[in-house]
């Protein structure tokens, strides 16, 4: 009898395991789904976690910052950390990688591995600019982490950690 039960028992753990596993699969697929859903439609936000600026180590970021993807617009709030050769005019409180873009290139590239390479380029450059962006290129894998380099004209580059979530 004691036999018959430890079975029945052991029966129920993993038939539970099972329907666990499947349960998280299921999240994941569908996760994964949303993601390329989102990058498909150009329709995101890329929120960032972590800056890696070229001197100096990782910094954690305690505020919300965050690049707004968009069919017609690219809006970008990130801070910046590292060696600027051109600076704001004297009191100015503005820093960071802050601006907003209707005139950009877009191109998305399929990484063998299933996430995604875009490459943003603002075509409304202007050189004198020590905001100037030349180029963001955002690798995002199927599960939604991304890491985002930023290329500027003035100011050494700098990545950022984070990761993809909906556009609200």
């Not at 129920?12 to 596993?21: K, P, Q, R, T």
């Not at 069919?71 to 704001?88: E, V």
């Not at 063998?112 to 450059?125: A, C, Q, V």
């Given at each position: 009898m004691k036999r018959l039960i430890r079975i029945l028992v052991l029966l129920v753990v993993i038939s539970g395991s099972i329907n666990l596993a499947y349960s998280q699969n299921s999240k994941k697929t569908a996760?994964?789904?949303a993601i390329k859903n989102m990058v498909d439609s150009t329709n995101f936000y890329f929120s960032a976690d972590y800056a890696l600026p070229q001197r100096g180590g990782s910094k954690q970021l305690t505020s919300t910052y965050?690049?707004?993807v968009t069919k017609d617009s690219i809006i970008s709030y990130l801070p910046y950390y590292g060696q600027a050769y051109l600076a704001p005019d004297p009191g100015t409180?503005?820093?960071g990688i802050k601006f907003t873009s209707t005139n950009f290139s877009y191109k998305v590239t399929h990484e063998k591995k299933g996430g995604w390479e875009i490459i943003i380029k603002p075509k409304d450059h202007d050189i004198t600019d020590w905001r100037d962006v030349q180029?963001?290129?955002l690798n995002?894998?199927?599960d939604g982490y991304a890491s985002l380099s930023v290329v500027s004209t003035n100011r050494d580059p700098i990545s950022f950690q984070g990761s993809i979530i909906a556009k609200e």
């Amino acid at each position: 009898m004691k036999r018959l039960i430890r079975i029945l028992v052991l029966l129920v753990v993993i038939s539970g395991s099972i329907n666990l596993a499947y349960s998280q699969n299921s999240k994941k697929t569908a996760r994964q789904a949303a993601i390329k859903n989102m990058v498909d439609s150009t329709n995101f936000y890329f929120s960032a976690d972590y800056a890696l600026p070229q001197r100096g180590g990782s910094k954690q970021l305690t505020s919300t910052y965050d690049v707004k993807v968009t069919k017609d617009s690219i809006i970008s709030y990130l801070p910046y950390y590292g060696q600027a050769y051109l600076a704001p005019d004297p009191g100015t409180t503005e820093g960071g990688i802050k601006f907003t873009s209707t005139n950009f290139s877009y191109k998305v590239t399929h990484e063998k591995k299933g996430g995604w390479e875009i490459i943003i380029k603002p075509k409304d450059h202007d050189i004198t600019d020590w905001r100037d962006v030349q180029r963001m290129v955002l690798n995002i894998s199927p599960d939604g982490y991304a890491s985002l380099s930023v290329v500027s004209t003035n100011r050494d580059p700098i990545s950022f950690q984070g990761s993809i979530i909906a556009k609200e």
